[in-house]
């Protein structure tokens, strides 16, 4: 049972141009949601991450909307950079519940080309 | 601070064997997280620990993966026997309590 899902499996993009990734998930008890991002022969990095309180997180190039309606998000990344060629995941939890346990997205395989 | 360190980083495996990954977590974290990475699968948790109690220890994995926390700051991974299909990257995290920091893995292949 996959209860987070991502969109695209894999995306190119030239450099210079906007990335846009998404998520949706199913459980709606679900209310902190990182992203991270992984280079090969890493372990994935935080990212970014958001509360469903708010609605628009901002850091530098990289930006994460939530939409609690329809139990989506999405990372824009803006002036994309060669170096931003990674697999993103994006995860969720239920804070507050007596469990530190993420349920991650099958990740987005990003391609930047120079 | 030093982050969540992996030994070893490289395994290579004969079929049958019995192997041992390690894992230091980040200092104070109190959750520490076993995950399997494959292209197919993606990120599978195989163990979480919560104050080194065992809070999950992941269904299809129970019979030839066991996870351990000796103490607060150190955790293995012992995989009994190994199979070809074991074949991945193996990850720890820690986590104080939301976001999970991820150490650099163990590559393991069974030939």
């Known amino acids: 049972q996959q209860q987070v899902r991502q969109s695209p499996q894999s995306l190119t993009v030239w450099e210079g141009g906007t990335t846009v990734l998404t998520c949706s998930y199913e459980d709606s008890t679900f209310n902190y949601f990182p992203w991270y991002q992984q280079f090969p022969g890493e372990g994935p990095a935080l990212l970014i991450s958001?509360?469903?309180?708010?609605d628009k997180k901002e850091d530098g190039r990289f930006t994460t909307f939530f939409n609690k309606r329809e139990k989506k998000l999405s990372l824009h990344i803006i002036d994309s950079q060669p170096g931003d060629s990674a697999t993103y995941f994006c995860a969720a939890s239920e804070t507050g519940a007596n469990t530190g346990k993420l349920t991650f997205g099958h990740g987005t395989i990003l391609r930047v080309h120079p | 601070d030093a982050g969540v360190t992996q030994t070893p980083r490289h395994e290579v495996a004969e079929k049958g064997q019995t192997i041992i990954l390690k894992c230091e977590p980040v200092s104070g974290h109190n959750d520490l997280f076993w995950y399997r990475q494959t292209k197919i699968q993606g990120l599978e948790l195989l163990s979480y620990f919560r104050s080194k109690s065992l809070m999950e220890d992941g269904g299809a994995f129970k019979d030839r993966f066991k996870a351990e926390m000796l103490n607060s700051s150190f955790s293995t991974l012992k995989i009994q026997p190994t199979e070809p299909k074991d074949s991945a990257v193996y990850l720890c995290?820690?986590?104080?309590?939301?976001?999970?920091?991820f150490g650099p893995g163990t590559r393991l292949l069974v030939l």
């Open positions: 995290a820690s986590s104080p309590g939301g976001p999970q920091y």
């Open positions: 958001i509360l469903s309180v708010s």
